[in-house]
């Protein structure tokens, strides 16, 4: 991942040396709410020794700051793409990038 430039692709954290996934499973659905608190105290506490960024397909509903710390420097591009190509958001499910306004 380190051998493109960080504005060559979506995803700029072209220098991270890690990566982290937190996957919570229990068999008792009534487990759900404390695997989630646990997995959400867990990554609030490595925050300050991360990038700042993350790899979108490994993350809650944390907002949209979040999405647009993750893509970096490449989310206004990102966006202007987005504005282009599909103006009235209809691909919006996943981490959405918001269509840039004009």
């Excluded at 979506?10 to 997995?39: E, L, Q």
């Excluded at 993350?59 to 282009?84: F, H």
């Amino acid at each position: 991942m380190q051998h493109i430039d960080s504005g060559d692709t979506a995803w700029s954290y072209r220098d991270a040396r890690y990566g982290s996934v937190f996957a919570g499973v229990d068999p008792d659905p009534a487990n759900a709410g404390t695997i989630r608190d646990w997995s959400v105290a867990y990554n609030e506490a490595l925050k300050p020794y991360s990038a700042g960024g993350a790899y979108l397909n490994m993350i809650m509903d944390e907002g949209e700051e979040r999405i647009r710390a993750s893509y970096g420097d490449n989310y206004d591009r990102l966006a202007r793409i987005k504005a282009e190509y599909d103006p009235d958001n209809l691909f919006r499910v996943n981490q959405n990038i918001k269509p840039a306004a004009d």
